[in-house]
């Protein structure tokens, strides 16, 4: 059963095409073919030098943990249970990437603990979806 969850951000450009590969079980980033940087979150154009030459790149999925975060407050007015953990993860590729932990929590996190791609069926006023978070590699 898919996580009911608050609405994505659904912006102008290259939203859908992100979760469009999620949705094919891939996390894939924006990789410029200028200067070879990897831009995330979303962009039009390159973060590093403005270019518009970009391609969705499959990142391999590995990571590790360089910073967390536990919301003990309820912003969501019930739709997410706490405490809610978030975890920093640096993609082995090199972008940093927010997430959530699966099938683990803040007391579990160290800092460089490595990580592994996973996906959880998510739901939002746009649809069910598929969200990558991370679990322990
Ligand atoms: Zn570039």
Redesign the pocket.
Known sequence: MAERRPDRWLGPGHHQEFWDWCAKGELRLQR?A??G?ISWPVVNT?E??G?DTLAWEAMSGRGTITSWCTFERDYYRGMLPIPWDTILVELEEGPLFLSNPKGFSWKDITVGMPVKLAFIECEDSGGTYQLPVFEKA
């Open positions: 410029c200028s200067c940087g390159c590093f030098c270019s």
